[in-house]
């Protein structure tokens, strides 16, 4: 099954596709969204608690959000969904769709750790 990787050029992200490279939205409002350039992994009591078998070795470490994002592959249905999104912010965000659908898969990767 193909995966189509994360490209970071010019402080804009692009996604790969079959067609070819779709941009999806900058770094700075990537970063403005997640709370800045570095994340650092946690697991809450509850989650400890509801899954003990969890590893949670790397809690406490502090990731660079642009190194996820680089190292973020997608399937092929994330990015036909993707490139179905509209690039224009509504006028009552400051995110497109395409953005916002791209920072909900890196912060559930940034939320789940590092494997």
Same mark, same amino acid.
Do not use: C
């Given at each position: ?15 790969? @596709?079959? &067609?070819?490279? $779709?941009? !999806?939205?900058? /770094? =700075?409002?990537?970063? *403005? ?22 590893? @949670?070795? &790397?809690?406490? $470490?502090? !990731?660079?959000? /642009? =190194?996820?994002?680089? *190292? ?44």
């Amino acid at each position: 099954m193909a995966r189509f990787e994360t490209v970071i050029e010019d402080e804009t992200i692009y996604v790969g @596709t079959p &067609d070819g490279p $779709l941009e !999806v939205g900058t /770094v =700075d409002s990537v970063l *403005a969204v997640v709370g800045g350039p570095s994340w650092e992994i946690t697991y809450s009591e509850e989650v400890k608690q509801r899954h003990p078998e969890i590893d @949670t070795s &790397d809690e406490g $470490l502090i !990731v660079d959000v /642009v =190194d996820m994002m680089n *190292a973020m592959t997608h399937s092929e249905r994330f990015v036909r969904t993707l490139a179905a999104q509209p690039t224009e912010s509504p006028a009552d965000d400051d995110i497109s769709p395409r953005l916002g659908l791209f920072v909900g898969k890196l912060l559930e990767n940034l939320e789940s750790g590092v494997s």
